[in-house]
């Protein structure tokens, strides 16, 4: 397999946000972390309608609209919030926001100052009121200084508590101060050590500052404590397929997501498949194929793979009429260069059409600047044709593009080219042919090919 494909399947990937399904404030909570703002809206709405007197789910869902940059649907929440439960620390901390909304910034901070008053010995109040500067529509950054400010207190309050340890470790992520967010993502995991989802984020932290054999450490860790846990089993075959580039692990850890994740995907099968591929096993990569495109019939760019397996596995036949199905249902902006040269080689195997197959090798050089070499067989297709005018073109431009590269057998093949060019008539062409052959010997004397056809290029 070449070099070209490797890196086009590296492209095929897909990162996906984690999925989760879940129906409890803690999983909203989670959801807001990963930023899936819409999961954590539909969470929370249910749980609003289900029990209105729940003061922190109607602040969440506030946040999670402002988050979304949808203020008047985070207005519509607070208002839940006063409508049925105004009372206490949380219920002034919605009035604050309420007043920021209103871009009244003296009363909100009046608001607050009230709300810490209240809620001085509850964790939960202060988290919200950092959290009433944490998230804030896309386009307005937030205050993370006053965000930490009522966290930290939150903190000191109560220590133990996971909420707060985790809204701290992503105001500190959301900085990109990876060592704090670390540290109370920690603390959150000593807190809760059988939940996945701090061990997880430690390993996203150290996967962003480039510390890959920590961000795998945790990665394990998440998954030994829940083997179904979908973000690290993801970002374990990701770090393998991506970073790694070990696609043996790769294909393990694709295929464990398939067996026990509890929220497969589309693209989880597809990366299944070019591991697959990847490690020789094509039989299984035509299964899996398979099995993608009758769950999924857009997918059918994908049928690039069953053609290239058939390829290796030495079904000729049915990889060029796979290939060829494949070019008439795929979108010319998923044609990849690779599946021009595997066509190629399909028709050559095959017996079938050389100037098919010639005109293919060179769509492969149209969308690859780097594939040069294909010269050589664009050549050697000519030549066994006797097209030697066009094969002599070929040879060339190999040869231009190795340069001092080139061997002794480039500049044989050129002039053998140039001789036999039938329509060259002119003495010219036995010129260009000792030419190629002086060139021979220039590079080794002892070469017999070049003395050998600079006699023959002597007109008689």
């Not at 409890?24 to 209105?52: C, E, H, R």
Request: net charge neutral.
């Amino acid at each position: 397999m070449t070099n070209l494909l490797k890196n086009v399947l590296l492209l095929l990937a897909v990162c996906t946000a984690p999925q989760l399904i879940a129906q409890t404030y803690s999983d909203a909570l989670v959801a807001m972390q990963f930023k899936d703002w819409d999961k954590a809206a539909g969470i929370l709405d249910k749980l609003a309608k289900a029990n209105p007197q729940d003061q922190d789910v109607w602040l969440s869902l506030g946040s999670v609209h402002m988050a979304k940059g949808e203020k008047d649907l985070a207005m519509k929440a607070y208002e839940g919030l006063s409508q049925n439960n105004g009372d206490g620390a949380k219920a002034l901390v919605n009035n604050g926001r309420v007043s920021m909304l209103r871009n009244d910034m003296v009363e909100a901070d009046k608001q607050f100052d009230k709300a810490a008053r209240a809620g001085k010995k509850d964790a939960s109040s202060f988290r919200q009121l950092g959290e009433s500067f944490l998230y804030t529509a896309p386009n307005e950054k937030p205050n993370f200084t006053r965000a930490l400010e009522f966290l930290k207190k939150g903190y000191d309050i109560n220590s133990k508590d996971f909420d707060v340890l985790m809204s701290i470790g992503y105001a500190y992520k959301e900085q990109g101060k990876g060592g704090d967010a670390a540290q109370f993502y920690e603390y959150a995991t000593m807190v809760e050590p059988k939940n996945p989802v701090p061990l997880y984020l430690l390993g996203r932290v150290y996967s962003i500052a480039k510390l890959l054999d920590k961000s795998i450490e945790y990665y394990d860790k998440a998954i030994k404590v829940t083997p179904t846990y979908t973000p690290a089993l993801r970002a374990r075959a990701e770090y393998y397929y991506f970073d790694a580039k070990n696609y043996d692990e790769a294909t393990k850890a694709y295929k464990d997501i398939v067996q026990n994740s509890s929220a497969v995907t589309i693209e989880d099968e597809m990366q299944l498949a070019n591991c697959l591929f990847l490690t020789k096993d094509y039989n299984s990569c035509i299964t899996q194929v398979e099995k993608i495109v009758k769950e999924d019939n857009t997918k059918t760019y994908l049928r690039r793979l069953l053609a290239y397996c058939y390829y290796e596995i030495g079904d000729y036949q049915k990889g060029l009429d796979v290939i060829n199905n494949y070019f008439k249902v795929v979108e010319q902006d998923k044609v990849l260069p690779s599946d021009y040269q595997y066509q190629a080689n399909l028709l050559i195997k095959n017996g079938g059409d050389t100037l098919k197959a010639i005109s293919s090798l060179r769509k492969v050089m149209e969308l690859d600047a780097y594939a040069w070499a294909l010269w050589k067989d664009i050549g050697d297709l000519y030549y066994k044709q006797k097209e030697y005018c066009n094969a002599a073109v070929a040879y060339q431009h190999r040869i231009d593009s190795l340069g001092e590269d080139a061997g002794s057998i480039d500049y044989y093949y050129l002039g053998i080219c140039h001789y036999f060019c039938a329509e060259d008539t002119t003495l010219a062409k036995y010129e260009k042919a000792l030419a190629a052959f002086t060139k021979i010997t220039e590079k080794s004397v002892a070469t017999p090919l070049g003395w050998f056809g600079q006699v023959s290029c002597v007109p008689t």
